[in-house]
C-alpha cells in the first residue's frame, strides 16, 4: 500500500490541516515510509488467529442509567474561542 | 392494494424507499456519559466534559441504551449480535464536537428483522406487507445549531449532544408513500409498545431518512437520492411523492438522477440539493480505540427478551378471541396509549366487548369534544370500570349511564356516588311501571285501538312513552314484559 500526493492532499483537507506543495511532497515520502515499514506485519501468517481487542483479557465495563454529570455550563464553555451567553459561537455555517 | 405508478411521458414509472428512521432512545442520561437526555433544558447545561469532547475524556456506554436496542430487535424479530463494536465516524462539523461520531458501521448489535404493515390498519381486510429491516444501530446524536439569533454567528448547544440514537435501516421495500408512511406508523408504534422510544416526533425524537429512486417496473434499480432529517409521516410522504416525480421529469428530459443529499423544504414542498463537497461523505470509519466491544450474555438478552410487553400483532389478534370485531382490535391495539388504557380498563374486570364498545364510543366522543388525548381523559380505567359494572349489574340503564358519563366528565365525581345522588337507579318496581303504563294507555286509546288491530310498530311508541315516564329509570326489560301483558 502506498500513497500518492493527490491522496495525502486529499486526507490534509478532510483532516482540516492546511500543509504546502512543498509539505506535501515532503508527506508522501514519510507516509510511504510508515505504511512500509506497519506492512512488514503482512509477512505473519495469521490464519485462524482472532483479531485482538484488547492487551489483556477485559470487557466492556457499562454504566448504570443515572445522571451523575453535567450542569458545568461556565466549565464547558470556558475555553471556547467565541460564546454568547449560554452558548458556543462559531462562524456562521448554513446550508 | 392498487399499485402506485407514476405516469410520465414514457411510460409508468415505480417508486423505491427505503428509509433510515433515527430513534432517540428512552434513557434518564446520555449514550456516553452521566448528563441527562431531559429535553428542553438550558442551552449547554445537559453538558458533561464528555460530551464536549474535552482532551482526555472517555466514554462510557449506556447499559440501559443497549438493553432498549436490543429489546427492540427482539420486538421486530431481528438477529441480536452478540458480539458488536462501535466505530468512529469522522467529520466536521461545529454541531459534533468529538470530530467524529460514535456509530456502528461494520457490527450492529441488532442484524436482519421484519415488520408486517397493513396500508389501513383500521381496515381488516387491508393487504399486509413484510418490510424488511437490515439492521438497529446505536449511535450519538448531534448538537443543535442556531442560524438565525447573530449577524455572523451560528450558535451550539451542545444538551443533545451525546443522546443515545438507534438506526433503524429498513431494506428498500417500499413503493409508495402510503406504504413508507404505514411503515413508520407501525414501527412508532412498536417502539412505543417496547418503551424503548416516545416516538415524538414534533420534539424530534424521531426523524427519518428517505431514500427515493424510480425505475420502468420490475427494471433495475436506478440511482437513489437521500431526503435528510423529515420530521413527520406527512412531510416524508410528500417529500417522497415530490422527489419520485422530480427523479421521473429528470431522466424523462434526457438528465441523470445524480446520488445526492437533499432537504425537504416543507413550505415549499420541494426537495432540493444540500450541495455538499463531493468528499464530504468520506467517513473513513475505523474502530473506535476507546470502547471495547460489546459482548452480551444469556443472562442480558433473557431479561431482555422477558422484558418485553405483548406486542401490537399479538395483542390485536387475542382481543379478536375475546370477541371484539376486528376493526375495534385494530383500532385499540394501533397506538400503545390506547391499548395500555384498554388493559387496565380489562384489569378492573370489565367485559372485553363491552369494555371496547364504550371506550370506542362514549370516551373516545367525549375526549374528541374536550379536545383531548386519552391520556388527559378526566375519567381514569378505573373510574370508568366502576360506571360499566353499575351498568352490567342492572343497577343503571345504557341511556342513563350516559348521563351519568357526562357528569363524571365535568365533575370527577365517582360513577356510584352520581347515580346515589341524583337518583338514578334503575327501577323494577312493577307497580310504578304499570301505574304509568295505564296512565299512558288512557291517554293514548287512538294509537291502542290501532296497535291491537295490528300497527305492531307502534309498541316502540308505548315503550319510549312509558321510559320518559318513568325518566329513564325503569329496566328496560320489564317495560317490555309489562307493556305485552297490559296491550294484550
Redesign the interface.
Known sequence: MSVDKDTVN?IA??S?IAISDAEADKMVGELNGILAWVEQLGEVDVTGVEPM??VIP????????????????D???ANAP?K???????????? | MTEYRIQGNTGEWEVVIGLEVHAQVT???KLF????TGFGA???????????AMPGMLP???????RQAVRTGMAINAQINRWSRFDRK?Y???DLPQGYQISQLYHPIVGEGEIEVTLNEKDPDSVVKTIGIERIHVEQDAGK???D??P???????NRSGVALMEIVSRPDMRSPQEAGAYVKKLRSILRYVGSCDGNMEQGSMRADVNVSVRKPGGDLGTRTETKNVNSIRFMMQAIEYEAQRQVDLIESGGAVVQETR?FDANKMETRS??SKE?AH?Y?YFPDPD?????LDDAFLEECRASLPELPDAKRARYESLGLTAYNAAVLTAEAETAFWFEDLLAEGVDAKQGSNWLMSELFGALNKLGKTLDESPVSPKQAAELLRLVADGTISGSISKQVFEIMLETGQAASAIVEEKGLKQTSDTGAIEAEIAKIMAANEDKVTEYRSGKDKLFGFFVGQTMKAMQGKANPQIINDLLKKALG
Open positions: 486529499k483537507r478532510l482540516r481487542t484488547a477485559n470487557t466492556l465495563r457499562l454504566r448504570d442509567d443515572v445522571v451523575t454529570d453535567g450542569d458545568v455550563r466549565k464547558v464553555l467565541a454568547e451567553g449560554s452558548f458556543f459561537g462559531v462562524p456562521k455555517v448554513i446550508e | 434513557s434518564e442520561s456519559s452521566g448528563s441527562s438550558e442551552p449547554n447545561s445537559h453538558v458533561s466534559l464528555v460530551d464536549a462510557v456506554p449506556n447499559r440501559e441504551c443497549l469522522n466536521f462539523y461545529a445549531l442556531m442560524h439569533q447573530h455572523t454567528m451560528s450558535f451550539v448547544d451542545l432537504l444540500m450541495r468528499d468520506d473513513r470502547l471495547l466491544p460489546v459482548e
